[in-house]
């Protein structure tokens, strides 16, 4: 019993240690087909008379399984954004593909910047890493 407690305590080391070298904060989201980062910062929301803003929120980013999706989870109440695609075109930037809001993102190793609205609601991040 001993050795299967040795063997798992191993391997959760290792996936422990991929992990956490697999987020480094000089990853940039447009280099790697999957990604993670926390950015801190100034997030704000607003739909209709409901209005959120915070200079101390956070927004975590996922670059999932596609490589061209992302997801953005903010802090502070403010709903999630998932299932964003990009199409990255030259040297770290990503355009906007198959969409109807009005859109400004622009996301790297050390920065998230957003501007995103779609039906009447606006999302907003000026946030670093």
């Known amino acids: ?8 305590g191993v391997f959760v080391l290792l996936f422990t240690a991929f992990s956490l070298s697999s987020c480094r904060d000089d990853d940039d989201p447009a ?18 008379s409901n209005n959120i803003s915070t200079d101390n929120g956070e927004v975590f980013v ?21 299932g964003l695609e990009f199409e990255k075109q ?17 996301i790297d190793n050390n920065e998230l910047k957003m501007l995103y609205t779609v039906d009447g609601k606006t999302w907003r991040a000026n946030c670093t890493r």
């Open 1 to 8: 019993m001993k050795n299967v407690f040795k063997i798992l």
């Open 31 to 48: 280099d790697n087909d999957f990604f993670a980062g926390t950015y801190k910062g100034s997030v704000g929301y607003t739909d209709g």
């Open 62 to 82: 996922t670059k999932i399984a596609s490589g061209t999706k992302y997801n953005f989870r903010f802090s502070s109440g403010i709903p999630d954004l998932n």
């Open 90 to 106: 030259g040297d770290n930037t990503l355009v906007m593909v198959n969409s109807n809001a009005l859109v400004y993102v622009r």
